[in-house]
């Protein structure tokens, strides 16, 4: 039998401010993706299926929190105190993991970008070289800002230096530390307890650990980073678009791998927590995303935006800006629909162009072509609604909705004002205004006789343009009357 691996713990590290965010939103929760920044790290740790997980906060300290325990039910949360430094964000969090004897693995909040693999790799460098810390570096042609990694003559980590601590010749080292490590726990905790604050910023630098145990004669290794952008830090609003991209190209490559056609990667954005199933098509300029899914054969775009939407196979969504709606199997959408939360349409359904949906149900095969507004409203099967249909849906004190039956078909420009029902295989004549309930097979008419008012314009509006054309044509056509009745 083989032997059981080594337990790890993970600490997350997010009690810092961010203020180059410049921003009322603590810097771990900005998003890119779909997820707060922390979102995708303790989605990397998740996958580790770590025995246990630990986020240290500090800078809006309830927010933080309850972004943590809503994205990672179970894991412990820790308070950082007064003393400043990664040092003392780790011990802190140590006392969480009291008891705990294997190795533990620290991750940054604000570094989103490291894959599984590349954590694993780490974590597997660590095993092989029986080492007490390992730590992911990487080389920069401009390491301004970043922790230094200085090497001995044998070429092992001696220990890492911060760039306000760096002599000149240690500035002009490329190689930095990018904040992630893996230490064995009961090292960890002796190392802390010997660290200071004797730096320039006077905070307790977790860094100091690497030196304290290459001092007392430990074994501490380095791994690379595959790709060195893909493992440093958020700071600013720059950085977070720069992530934005590089998450959002990673997540489009896997998709076309996967089998859908993404016809332009560089106008279409699609979140980490949306799913695409293969032959799916998106055409430039659509964005899917949170968790919308996106059934086989469906053609999404071009100009479109997906909020936690559902699509059927081998629907079509045009220039449409949907939220939380259903869109059938087979139906179509826009161009230049607008679908609210509550939208649903069933199969081989037809939601056109400038149409805007809220809180309906939309009937298998039915037809809202254009111009119009159903709020609060289920459609049955087979309807037709003219266009400028228009459910009235509120009282100003209460929304009420209204319901179409099967097989409906209703006249251009109608208004349906609920509640009110229409009966199955009823009609409506065009510019109808529907106060009452319709019963089935009817026919529904709102008549009221045509009145013309002569001379209103001229008399109304004098000295305009229309009242000038208005006379001219009167003129005309009362001399056109009088050669008639001459010749009659």
Not at 236 to 245: M, T
Request: proline letters at 5%.
């Amino acid at each position: 039998m083989a032997e059981n691996p080594t337990p790890v713990a993970v600490i997350i590290l997010a009690a810092g401010q961010g203020t180059r965010m410049k921003s009322a939103t603590p810097k771990v929760l900005h998003q890119i993706g779909g997820l707060p920044l922390i979102g995708h790290v303790l989605r990397t740790a998740s996958a580790l299926a770590p025995t246990r997980a630990v986020v240290v906060v500090r800078h809006e300290r309830d927010l933080v929190a309850d972004a943590v325990t809503g994205l990672l039910p179970g894991v412990g949360v820790v308070d950082q105190d007064e003393v400043p430094g990664t040092g003392r964000a780790v011990e802190l969090a140590l006392t969480a993991l009291d008891g705990f004897d294997g190795d533990v693995l620290v991750l940054s909040a604000d570094v989103p970008l490291v894959e599984v693999s590349v954590v694993e790799g780490l974590l597997a460098r660590h095993r092989a070289a029986a080492a007490c810390a390992t730590l992911l570096c990487a080389t920069l042609d401009d390491a301004t800002g970043y922790g230094r990694v200085i090497r001995g003559a044998d070429g092992a980590v001696e220990r890492i230096v911060e760039q306000k601590d760096a002599s000149p010749d240690e500035l002009a080292v490329r190689e930095i530390n990018t904040g992630i490590y893996v230490f064995r726990a009961a090292q960890l905790r002796t190392s802390l307890a010997s660290v200071g604050t004797a730096n320039a910023q006077g905070e307790k630098y977790l860094t100091d650990v690497i030196g304290i145990l290459r001092g007392a004669g430990e074994i501490v290794a380095a791994s690379e980073a595959p790709a060195a952008q893909d493992a440093l830090g958020v700071n600013d609003r720059v950085q977070l678009s720069e992530a934005a991209r590089t998450l959002n190209a990673r997540t489009v490559r896997r998709w076309q791998l996967e089998g859908a056609t993404i016809l332009d990667p560089a106008t279409t954005w699609i979140d980490v927590t949306a799913t695409l199933a293969p032959d799916v098509t998106v055409l430039p300029n659509t964005h899917v995303l949170r968790a919308t899914t996106v059934e086989r054969g469906a053609t999404i775009g071009p100009d479109t935006s997906l909020v936690d939407c559902e699509v059927g196979e081998n629907a079509t969504v045009t220039r449409t800006d949907a939220t939380l709606a259903v869109i059938g199997r087979g139906a179509t959408v826009g161009p230049f629909a607008y679908l609210r939360p509550g939208a649903t349409l069933d199969a081989q359904s037809k939601v056109g162009t400038f149409v805007e949906i809220k809180n309906s149900t939309i009937g298998e095969r039915s037809k809202v072509p254009h111009l119009s507004y159903i709020g609060d409203t289920t459609i049955g099967r087979g309807v037709n609604l003219g266009a400028g249909a228009i459910t009235a849906n509120y009282d100003d004190l209460a929304k009420h909705r209204t319901e179409i039956g099967d097989e409906v078909h209703s006249g251009s420009h109608n208004v349906f004002v609920a509640p009110v029902r229409i009966g199955d295989g009823a009609k409506t004549g065009a510019g109808a205004v529907i106060r009452k309930d319709v019963p089935p097979g009817a026919l529904a008419l709102s008549v009221a006789p045509q009145r013309n008012i002569e001379g209103w314009v001229e008399n109304n509006r004098p000295g305009t343009a229309a009242a000038e054309v208005a006379a001219r044509a009167r003129s005309a056509q009362e001399a056109d009357n009088g050669e008639q009745e001459q010749d009659g």
